[in-house]
């Protein structure tokens, strides 16, 4: 599996992003997919992920601004980012597992099995 990732880029205060993540390869073999990020000196940290049956998590410091959605006919995973702040800065992930994992168990990094590589999320003062 194969994980592109795109949408970063630099936006000022208040602005929005919409990240996208795009899936190839053994897809079926996929049930969740998500989004980390990894600000400079920082520990990755779980965004937003959503389940193949719709379940979704939002981090308490996003929830009310961004949102996580799927298109699965396009193997896809959004992370649409409103009301962006300085501290949301920081270099996005997309990350997927395979195994059906419960709910709460989607919070650890170490259940997710494929990675795609970082895009960059700049929010200027």
């Known amino acids: 599996v194969q994980l592109q990732a795109s949408g970063g880029g630099l936006v000022q205060v208040g602005g929005s992003l919409r990240l996208s993540c795009t899936a190839s390869g053994n897809i079926f073999s996929i049930y969740t997919m998500g989004w980390y990020r990894q600000a400079p000196g920082k520990l990755r940290d779980l965004v937003a992920t959503?389940?193949?049956?719709?379940?979704?998590i939002h981090a308490d410091l996003v929830k009310g601004r961004f949102t996580i959605s799927k298109n699965s006919a396009k193997n896809t995973v959004y992370l649409q980012m409103n009301n962006l702040r300085p501290e949301d800065t920081a270099v996005y992930f997309c990350?997927?597992?395979?195994?059906?994992?419960?709910?709460?168990?989607?919070?650890?990094?170490?259940?997710?099995?494929?990675w795609g590589q970082g895009t960059l999320v700049t929010v200027s003062s």
């Open positions: 959503i389940t193949k049956g719709g379940d979704t």
């Open positions: 990350a997927a597992a395979k195994r059906r994992w419960i709910i709460s168990a989607l919070w650890d990094m170490s259940h997710y099995d494929y």
